[in-house]
């Protein structure tokens, strides 16, 4: 039985992998809180793997969160990031796992990439001042995979999501990403019967979104390609794969959507006066379609499910 190891299992997207892996018989899933394995610590990380054996390892583990968190802590952001990963692969490499999968983020890219964004635009411009920090860490992830893989000939791979969203996502109030956010703002307008419910900007920008459980699909498909697939649609030096549904959609639209699947009957207003973002953020998934893998959830149904979750845990998220 195959002994894998989920880093960052009680996060949005651990958590979605730990579900796809728990469903099979034919694997062990190892987990470890953060109270029970400090991934900053070199020492504690190589002790971990040295005393429980491990075929495989999901690197799911990460600081994580919003433009407003990234500007105030960025030497956190980077720090525990590039400490996490190396200490992370390079445990797994000293004690002879052979496959891991590092999960970075679409924030890589450089600010004004081409759309949609393809594999081949990591590092050719400037990155997105306010998360670069973490971009940064990121990038470190992937080059330390490859790394691995030139000089050792491991099986060490990257995938890069889009906007996730989903169970266990993050509903705060303040700090939550632009899906949360919405369902919480029109759950609580429908709830009360408001009148209107005012976004943000003019809703022209468009963005790709993904459901978690794809994502943890993706994931699981990634790293489960013999290798001779996974190198001959890669590069050894550009080996990163991007994941998301290479559609998009409108702000507007999108909010028409969230109006809809919590039941909201009100007006939406348009506060013009707040910023609209980049106009564009898609990612190219040619090289994962090219790999035999493709979305699951459309936009709508994928709302339903995660507004659903919601319902359910929303006790949790009072305040």
């Not at 470890?32 to 429980?52: C, G, I, M």
């Not at 995938?159 to 949360?180: A, R």
């Not at 999108?254 to 939406?268: D, M, N, P, R």
């Not at 090289?287 to 709508?300: C, M, P, Q």
Request: include cysteine; proline fraction near 4%.
């Amino acid at each position: 039985m195959k002994q894998i190891f989920v880093a960052g299992h009680r996060g949005m997207v651990g958590a979605a992998i730990l579900r796809q892996l728990e469903s099979r018989s034919d694997v062990n899933v190892i987990t470890r809180t953060k109270s029970e394995l400090d991934l900053t610590s070199q020492k504690e990380v190589l002790d971990f793997f040295a005393q429980n054996s491990i075929d495989e390892v999901y690197l799911a583990a990460a600081k994580v969160g919003g433009i407003h968190a990234n500007n105030t802590y960025p030497a956190e952001f980077i720090y525990e990031n590039l400490m996490i990963e190396a200490n992370i692969i390079n445990a797994a490499h000293q004690n002879d796992v052979q496959k891991l999968l590092f999960l970075g983020s679409s924030c890589i890219y450089p600010k004004m990439a081409p759309q949609p964004m393809t594999e081949t635009a990591l590092l050719t411009g400037t990155l997105e001042e306010t998360n670069e920090p973490y971009a940064i860490a990121k990038i470190a992830g992937i080059k330390l995979c490859e790394s691995y893989n030139r000089q050792y000939g491991r099986d060490y791979r990257s995938v890069m999501p889009t906007n996730l969203y989903g169970p266990n996502d993050n509903f705060h109030p303040e700090n939550s990403h632009v899906i949360p956010a919405l369902l919480r703002r029109f759950h609580e307008a429908a709830q009360r019967g408001d009148a209107e419910v005012l976004a943000w900007g003019s809703g022209k920008p468009k963005r790709e979104f993904l459901h978690v459980d794809d994502m943890a699909a993706a994931s699981v498909h990634v790293m489960e390609l013999d290798k001779t697939t996974y190198d001959n649609n890669t590069e050894p030096m550009l080996s990163h794969i991007n994941v998301g549904t290479g559609e998009d959609c409108t702000i507007k639209e999108l909010v028409e959507t969230v109006a809809k699947v919590t039941g909201f009957s009100g007006k939406i207003g348009w506060d013009t006066s707040k910023p609209d973002g980049t106009p564009r953020k898609l990612m190219d998934v040619s090289r994962l379609h090219a790999l035999g893998w493709k979305h699951h959830y459309d936009l709508e149904t994928g709302l339903q499910h995660a507004y659903q979750w919601f319902l359910e845990n929303q006790d949790n998220f009072r305040g």
